[in-house]
């Protein structure tokens, strides 16, 4: 997943497949209710981009039909169904951020004032 954020602007994308541009302001003035809609929308975009029926989807993900339904429709899903969704969309990707170690860019005066305060020894400080 690339992201790039210009000026309050955040454009992810996951091999050029997804693409969602918002604006920071735009996406927090959304409810948890309206984001767990958007997400369900793409989830039916996905699945009908792999030409799969809300049963085939089910069946594949160890879910029922109705539990898809009811996820394209914008209701509360967990993480697990997100992710044995995505598993059988090819679109596990699409997590990828979340899994990903930051590592923070430190400058050389940092990285020199860190190893000055590394501890030379066991037992106690004085």
Known sequence: MRTINRSKTLILGV????????????LYSNSNK???RMW???????????????????EKAGMGRNSIAEIEKGRNFSVGSLIAILR???????????F??????LSPMEI???????????????
Do not use: C
């Open 112 to 126: 020199f004032e860190r190893e000055q305060n590394k501890r030379k020894r066991g037992g106690y400080k004085k």
């Open 15 to 26: 091999n050029d497949h997804f693409i969602v541009h918002l604006s920071m302001k735009k």
């Open 100 to 105: 990903k170690k930051r590592t923070p860019e």
């Open 34 to 36: 309206e984001l767990v």
């Open 88 to 98: 059988v969309l090819n679109r596990l990707e699409s997590l990828e951020h979340f």
């Open 40 to 58: 369900g929308e793409k989830l039916k975009e996905y699945r009908l981009e792999e030409n799969l029926s809300q049963s085939g989807l089910a």
